[in-house]
């Protein structure tokens, strides 16, 4: 967090600061893939989930560099791949929980922008603006990228999320139905979630601290009292979680073009 000496002017737009920082938490093992190789570094189509999701993000006007959260080595055609497209590529330990891999990644601009930027004041790193998003979300569309980048306001940031189009009932602890929810003011939370990283990482250092439970980072921001923005966007951004995810998402990914059937 930062002290009342270490103020740090943000730009009121990712746009408008001219550049943002990818945070790409992989740093799960993906239990529930019932695989010993972590889900980001499983290939469809010849390629690894981790290269193919960060493929989507190439080329977005301002894209100045990429923060990979991993646990332990990251294979070296991993390395390989996410290194040929000449962006910086840091590398960063992760921490137990997401929340906490998440805070590792953002200290990054805390404690090494003397490095990243030697010429700019010591915190000036708590001014850039990151957007974090699932290692293991491949099917994330640009299009939607953008629109997140056009959304985004400091400091509450903002995030993609997709209608909620099926029926949702609420359950009593016996597993009967006790009401049935509007759901037309719900939506889900998908990545990539945008914020400055000063305000991204207090609430995270907030939470944690706390105790809180952060079930991403736009709740780690709603709880210091922050409202993000909702950006909707394609229903298809899966999160690749179980072993069936795979053929799901190599079906989205040839409708996309992305890939060959």
């Known amino acids: 967090m930062t002290g009342p000496d270490e103020q740090v002017a943000v730009a009121p737009t990712p746009v408008a600061a001219g550049r943002w920082w990818l945070v790409l938490p992989a740093a799960g093992f993906g239990r529930r893939m ?3 190789t972590p889900k980001q570094y499983m290939t469809i189509g010849g390629r690894t989930i981790l290269e193919i999701t960060l493929a989507r993000f190439v080329g977005l006007p301002g894209l100045a560099g990429v923060v990979l959260v991993a646990a332990g080595d990251i294979p070296a055609e991993a390395v390989e791949a996410a290194g040929s497209y ?3 590529i840091l590398q960063v330990s992760g921490g137990a929980t997401r929340a906490e891999s998440v805070r590792n990644g953002l200290a990054v601009f805390r404690d090494r922008w003397a490095e990243l930027a030697p010429t700019e004041p010591p915190h000036a790193g708590l001014g850039e603006w990151v957007m ?3 290692a293991a979300r491949p099917c994330v569309r640009p299009k939607d990228v953008r629109g997140l980048l056009e959304a985004s306001r400091a400091p509450d940031g903002a995030l993609l999320g997709a209608r909620v189009r099926d029926t ?3 359950v009593d602890r016996r597993g009967r139905v006790a009401a049935t929810v509007d759901r037309r003011p719900l939506m889900h939370a998908l990545t990539p979630q945008m914020f400055p ?4 990482l207090s609430a995270l250092d907030q939470g944690l601290q706390a105790g809180r439970e952060i079930t991403d980072e736009s709740s780690a921001v709603e709880q210091v009292g922050l409202s993000p923005r909702m950006v909707p966007a394609a229903a298809d951004n899966l999160k690749i979680t179980h072993p069936e995810d795979l053929a799901i998402a190599r079906a989205i990914l040839v409708q996309q073009g992305v ?3």
């Open 34 to 36: 019932r695989s010993e």
């Open 86 to 88: 000449g962006l910086p």
């Open 132 to 134: 974090i998003h699932d």
């Open 168 to 170: 949702i009932k609420r």
């Open 197 to 200: 990283v000063g305000v991204l």
């Open 259 to 261: 890939l060959r059937d």
